[in-house]
């Protein structure tokens, strides 16, 4: 049987750079980078995944309004929530969900995203 391993996210946005820029200045991704002529895209890392983002155009349907089936959110593994929720907060993040406690040692809570992607930030703890 095929294994299979994770590779990258890819976004679309009519809002290429400022997609960019959102990613890179709430949660410290970096440009690896920019493709340029027909299908221009901005490649990024972000806590060691691959995140991809490329320029849509008027072809590309609106983003939903969560909840909805498919993927719903991607989630990133944060140590030290509290404070990434405060430095978060004063960044102008929206949050939409406050951090709580899903289980015993896990702690979330969700924050929206350009083009309303939801975003969990994780935090485990021993139990």
């Keep these: 049987m095929a294994r299979y391993g994770f590779d990258h996210i890819h976004l679309r946005s009519p809002e290429l750079d400022a997609t960019a820029a ?29 995140l991809f983002i490329s320029q849509s155009d008027a072809r590309v349907a609106a983003p939903p309004t969560s909840p909805y089936n498919g993927i719903d959110h991607f989630g990133l593994a944060v ?29 979330i809570c969700f924050i929206r995203g350009p083009q309303n992607i939801t975003i969990e930030l994780l935090e485990r703890t021993p139990a």
Aim: aromatic letters at 6%; charged letters at 35%.
């Design 22 to 50: 959102w990613f890179q200045e709430k949660l410290g991704a970096e440009v690896v980078r920019r493709v340029g002529g027909e299908a221009p895209r901005i490649d990024m890392t972000l806590g060691g995944l691959d």
């Design 79 to 107: 140590q030290g929530l509290d404070e990434a929720v405060a430095d978060l907060k004063a960044k102008g993040v929206e949050f939409t969900m406050e951090p709580k406690e899903a289980r015993p040692g896990v702690r």
